[in-house]
């Protein structure tokens, strides 16, 4: 009899991991690059606050499965929401 399988080792569940994973990492990123070259009054912090919170849980569970490529991109999409708080806190000073 063959192991049970996980829930992360089935096809749609990594395919949803997949397109999280990116839409998160290059949205937040997108939010950085934006506020250094246009600014931090558009920034949505209810929006921002989610995303941030929603990659910070994905990094959490990518460091329970040890998947090195949603770990690395989580990581980046948080250093980028730093960056992004830290530009937004500057220019309110």
């Known amino acids: 009899m063959p192991p049970k399988r996980r ?7 990594k395919i949803v ?9 290059g949205s937040l990123t ?8 246009e600014g931090t009054d558009d920034i949505d912090p209810l929006f921002f606050g989610l995303q ?12 329970r499965l ?7 991109a989580n990581v980046v999409a948080l250093v980028n929401a730093v960056g992004t708080l830290v530009l937004t806190l500057a220019a309110r000073a």
């Not at 941030?52 to 460091?63: E, R």
């Open 7 to 13: 829930a992360s080792d089935r096809g749609w569940v």
């Open 30 to 37: 997108y939010t950085f690059v934006r506020a250094l070259t």
């Open 66 to 72: 040890r998947n090195g490529i949603f770990i690395a």
């Open 17 to 25: 991991g997949w397109a999280a994973c990116l839409a998160l990492s």
């Open 52 to 63: 941030t919170t929603a990659s910070l849980l994905f990094l959490i569970y990518s460091l």
